[in-house]
C-alpha cells in the first residue's frame, strides 16, 4: 500500500503564502510524477501543478508565476509554495503520486485533501 500524509492548509488573506507538503510513503516503486489539484466547491478536479522524475514541471494558467512545485527524492515529498494567493484559489488540494510498476504500468495514488481557504 502507498499512504499519501498532506499538510500545510489552512485560512490565509488575499496575498498570503502557504506551503503545502505530501510525503508519500509504503510500497513505493519507482515515481513517474508527483502532483497537486484541487476542487472548489461545485466544480471540477484541476492540475495544479506537477512536477516529473525529470523535473519536468507545469502548471495551470491561473497559478503561473505565483505557485512554485518542488519534490524531494530522498523523502518521497512534494511541495507546492503558494504565494500572491487569491480568493479564487479557496479550494480542497489534493497529493496525487503517480507510481511506475514494471516497465508499463502507471497507477495514481491520492492523499485525502488538505483545505486552503483565502478570505479577509
Known amino acids: 500500500q502507498v499512504q499519501l500524509v498532506e499538510s500545510g492548509g489552512g485560512l490565509v488573506q488575499p496575498g498570503g503564502s502557504l506551503r503545502l507538503s505530501c510525503a508519500a510513503s509504503g510500497s513505493i516503486s519507482s515515481i513517474n510524477a508527483m502532483g497537486w489539484y484541487r476542487q472548489a466547491p461545485g466544480k471540477e478536479r484541476e492540475l495544479v501543478a506537477r512536477?516529473?522524475?525529470?523535473?519536468?514541471?507545469n502548471y495551470a494558467d491561473s497559478v503561473k508565476g505565483r505557485f512554485t512545485i518542488s519534490r524531494d527524492n530522498v523523502e518521497n515529498t512534494v511541495y507546492l509554495q503558494m504565494n500572491s494567493l487569491k480568493p479564487e484559489d479557496t479550494a480542497v488540494y489534493y497529493c496525487?503520486?503517480?507510481?511506475?510498476?514494471?516497465?508499463?504500468?502507471?497507477?495514481?495514488?491520492w492523499g485525502k485533501g488538505t483545505l486552503v481557504t483565502v478570505s479577509s
Open positions: 512536477i516529473t522524475s525529470g523535473d519536468s514541471t
Open positions: 496525487n503520486v503517480r507510481l511506475l510498476w514494471g516497465k508499463t504500468l502507471l497507477v495514481d495514488y
